[in-house]
């Protein structure tokens, strides 16, 4: 097989995915770290986009049979054109070790934030004892927007802060509210209310495009004032410019993001500027327990395509 990691984005994921390969396969991994991949299919079997955007151009300029996400999200594949060449697509969901993950990062941004750890950072560079004045995670109302694969672990590890954990899912019932050890539970018709009481808002939904700027300035307005807002999810689900404003107007104590409305993001962006902004180069999911188990079922798929088989966690 010749599999093409498209893009210089996640650049341990080659290795990892060479060291669960068939070694006697002699499969070939090709990384291309150009927009334009079009040049670069001959010959491919496999692409593997991470964060490239692999459109109907090039589905239809290549002869690759699969095109198989490092991870869950598929926004980036264009999933009709695909189907009509016959091409089969497939993600790893974020389970297992990548969830996990994923909601320790979300940990380390929530308590980064509250603690003001880039103040501290420069005040112990500049011989400051005893400053910044922190606040305590502990007896704070977190809110949970979805309630899917990472927000489970999430939620195990909140609940051990003492926290007032409560959620915001499209289908609310006692099952769920019960599993995640919520206090409430609130439609997403009912979001606003729930973001009146929030201190702590954790994105951890599954996005789809339609759900682009979803959280503008209207969204943003109703959040309780002082209240923080941890993006994991997808960095389109938020406006950038309105959560700059709230940022920068002090509506919003602060932002943890790990993901961005572009990506990735411009180094000249605003919202890099801003002293209650901690930003980190999406990675809540690179880990060596996340890359292991996504390499295992990404050569799994590779081995299946070989043999013909049925793929994992096949959208097409």
Excluded at 98 to 127: C, F, I, W, Y
């Amino acid at each position: 097989m010749r599999i093409l990691f498209c893009g210089n984005t996640f650049p341990d994921a080659p290795e990892y995915l060479r060291e669960h390969l068939d070694p006697g396969a002699n499969d070939e991994i090709i990384v291309c770290p150009d927009a334009d991949i079009v040049p670069h299919l001959a010959g491919v079997d496999v692409i593997i986009p991470k964060m490239q955007r692999i459109g109907a151009e090039a589905i239809q300029a290549g002869t690759f049979r699969l095109v198989q996400q490092w991870g869950a999200g598929l926004e980036g594949v264009d999933i009709d054109a695909a189907r009509r060449k016959g091409v089969f697509v497939a993600n790893v969901p974020a389970t297992g070790g990548n969830a996990e993950s994923v909601a320790e990062h979300a940990m380390l941004l929530t308590l980064a934030l509250l603690r003001d750890l880039p103040k501290a950072q420069t005040h112990v560079r500049t011989g400051v004892l005893g400053a910044p004045l922190g606040k305590v995670l502990a007896g704070r109302t977190v809110c949970l927007y979805g309630l899917g694969a990472i927000a489970l672990p999430l939620s195990k590890r909140l609940r051990a802060f003492d926290v007032n954990l409560i959620g915001i899912s499209r289908q609310v019932t006692r099952e769920k509210i019960a599993k995640f050890h919520l206090t409430r539970c609130f439609s997403v018709d009912e979001r606003d209310k729930a973001f009146a009481v929030t201190n702590v808002l954790v994105l951890c939904m599954r996005y789809t495009e339609e759900m682009r700027g979803m959280l503008g300035a209207r969204e943003l307005a109703a959040l309780r004032p002082g209240a923080y807002v941890i993006n994991v999810a997808r960095g389109g689900v938020v406006n950038g410019e309105a959560l700059y404003a709230q940022l920068h107007s002090g509506h919003l104590a602060g932002a943890g993001l790990d993901v961005f409305w572009q990506e990735p993001l411009p180094t000249d962006d605003p919202i890099l500027t801003l002293p209650n902004v901690i930003a980190t180069p999406h990675v809540g999911g690179v880990t060596e327990s996340s890359f292991g188990m996504i390499a295992e079922v990404v050569a799994e798929n590779i081995e299946r395509l070989r043999r013909e088989e049925s793929l994992l966690h096949r959208a097409v």
